[in-house]
T-cell receptor, first 113, second 113 residues
């Protein structure tokens, strides 16, 4: 079964500091995609960053970067220079067939001023 | 804003009733995926429509059904509503039956009393 686990229900960070959100997944597939989505109170899911499993290089998008460890089936998100606008639910997600996307239960991140 | 619109924003129904939720996909997108997000959980894949045909389905009973129209907008229909159907229903649009690049709407909050 393909499952996604986020072991941190809630986290907080001071503005301008760095925080890392954890995600592990279970799959027997070799090729797949991994994602981090942000869901602010407005409810709209926003793609933060995407990683293709066959690419060894970790994806980076401005202040957001991932640590993708394929053998360990781990996919953590690092947010640098945290901003108040980063406060949201963050979901890790996975798809192997580019059709059915599986999400973790989410991590609620609060950035404190 | 992603260009994906959902209606209505909120809906209240009673157990046993039927409901129709609507989603307009982003311009140029021919694929719509539907997700159910229960309170405090991550989204769960219901099904996907690609070029007016169902193109994948999650673990949901047949009383969850859908349609996609020639303009690629989509409907989610739920019959015989149960209390556990109370959730945020999200749709996402993409191209080519794939979800590695998809854009979400803001969702419809359904409450079943």
């Amino acid at each position: 079964a393909q499952t996604v686990t986020q072991s941190q229900p809630e986290m907080s960070v001071q503005e301008a500091e760095t925080v890392t959100l954890s995600c592990t997944y279970d799959t027997s597939e070799n090729n797949y995609y991994l994602f981090w989505y942000k869901q602010p109170p407005s409810r709209q899911m926003i793609l933060v960053i995407r990683q293709e499993a066959y690419k060894q290089q970790n994806a980076t998008e401005n202040r957001f970067s991932v640590n993708f460890q394929k053998a360990a089936k781990s996919f953590s998100l690092k947010i640098s220079d945290s901003q108040l606008g980063d406060t949201a639910m963050y979901f890790c997600a996975y798809t192997y067939n580019n059709n059915d996307m599986r999400f973790g239960a989410g991590t609620r991140l609060t950035v404190k001023p | 804003e992603t260009g994906v619109t959902q209606s209505p924003t909120h809906l209240i129904k009673t157990r046993g009733q039927q409901v129709t939720l609507r989603c307009s996909s982003q311009s140029g997108h021919n694929t719509v995926s539907w997700y159910q997000q229960a309170l405090g959980q991550g989204p769960q894949f219901i099904f996907q429509y690609y070029r007016e045909e169902e193109n994948g389905r999650g673990n949901f009973p047949p009383r969850f059904s859908g349609l996609q129209f020639p303009n690629y907008s989509s409907e989610l229909n739920v019959n015989a509503l149960e209390l556990d159907d109370s959730a945020l229903y999200l749709c996402a649009s993409s191209r080519g039956g794939q979800v590695n690049i998809q854009y979400f709407g803001a969702g419809t909050r359904l409450s079943v009393l």
